[in-house]
């Protein structure tokens, strides 16, 4: 399966400091997204990256794709607290009807 | 912003019972999923809807799980006889288009007893 693979499980950094998040996938992908989840509820849709795309950027956010690698990046800069949530990377087939499979997540603490 | 509206957040049903859960999708997006999340465990993935039938499924969605999109706004999933394990989060999400990211909803928590 094309499952994306988030690593670290965990991750608390003090507020401030940038957090990096990084994903694995197996397969071939048309696009890779990110989304946050806060305790208890919806995701968001944080960012999507399509695979001819290396790099893209949203505010704080930064992420990377490298598709030889099958690997992406989430770089969330000068972390707030607010930041606090569950993040996972998901991707999207080339053929199908655009299901998503998830990865496991990050679960990102900022301490203030 | 459009939202996608999910309704109830929360219901409890006994083993056995069939529950329906409602979503109302943004209005003109034309794909519409249903996930779920086990407590502590990744997104699954159940069923894609397009053009007013399924386009693809999952193994979860097994001939308990049906979805519907009866009236041209809301999309329903039911679950016709609740097992213990069907206890999770269940989460509507809609696109415009291949390539968009998704609009999800808050979710459902189901809880069998």
Request: hydrophobic letters at 30%; one cysteine or more; aromatic letters at 10%.
């Given at each position: 399966s094309q499952q994306g693979e988030e690593d670290p499980q965990a991750l608390s950094i003090q507020e401030g400091e940038n957090a990096t998040m990084n994903c694995s996938y197996k397969t071939s992908i048309n696009n890779l997204q990110w989304y946050r989840q806060n305790s208890g509820r919806g995701l968001v849709h944080l960012i999507l990256i399509r695979s001819n795309e290396r790099e893209k950027h949203s505010g704080r956010l930064r992420v990377t794709l490298d598709t030889s690698k099958k690997s992406s990046s989430l770089l969330i800069t000068?972390?707030?607290?607010?930041?606090t949530a569950s993040y996972f990377c998901a991707t999207g087939p080339i053929q199908g009807a655009q299901k998503l499979v998830f990865g496991q997540g990050t679960r990102l603490t900022i301490n203030p | 912003e459009p939202e996608v509206t999910q309704t109830p957040s929360h219901q409890v049903t006994q083993m056995g019972q069939e529950v329906i859960l409602r979503c109302v999708p943004i209005s003109n997006h034309l794909y519409f999923y249903w996930y779920r999340q086990i407590l502590g465990q990744k997104v699954e993935f159940l069923v894609s809807f397009y053009n007013n039938e399924i386009s693809e499924k999952s193994e979860i969605f097994d001939d308990q799980f049906s979805v519907e999109r009866?009236?041209?706004?809301n999309f329903t999933l039911k679950i016709r006889s609740t097992k213990l394990e069907d206890s999770a989060m269940y989460f509507c999400a809609s696109i415009l288009d291949w390539g968009h990211g998704y609009t999800f909803g808050s979710g459902t928590r189901l809880t069998v007893v």
């Amino acid at each position: 399966s094309q499952q994306g693979e988030e690593d670290p499980q965990a991750l608390s950094i003090q507020e401030g400091e940038n957090a990096t998040m990084n994903c694995s996938y197996k397969t071939s992908i048309n696009n890779l997204q990110w989304y946050r989840q806060n305790s208890g509820r919806g995701l968001v849709h944080l960012i999507l990256i399509r695979s001819n795309e290396r790099e893209k950027h949203s505010g704080r956010l930064r992420v990377t794709l490298d598709t030889s690698k099958k690997s992406s990046s989430l770089l969330i800069t000068a972390s707030r607290a607010a930041d606090t949530a569950s993040y996972f990377c998901a991707t999207g087939p080339i053929q199908g009807a655009q299901k998503l499979v998830f990865g496991q997540g990050t679960r990102l603490t900022i301490n203030p | 912003e459009p939202e996608v509206t999910q309704t109830p957040s929360h219901q409890v049903t006994q083993m056995g019972q069939e529950v329906i859960l409602r979503c109302v999708p943004i209005s003109n997006h034309l794909y519409f999923y249903w996930y779920r999340q086990i407590l502590g465990q990744k997104v699954e993935f159940l069923v894609s809807f397009y053009n007013n039938e399924i386009s693809e499924k999952s193994e979860i969605f097994d001939d308990q799980f049906s979805v519907e999109r009866p009236d041209g706004s809301n999309f329903t999933l039911k679950i016709r006889s609740t097992k213990l394990e069907d206890s999770a989060m269940y989460f509507c999400a809609s696109i415009l288009d291949w390539g968009h990211g998704y609009t999800f909803g808050s979710g459902t928590r189901l809880t069998v007893v």
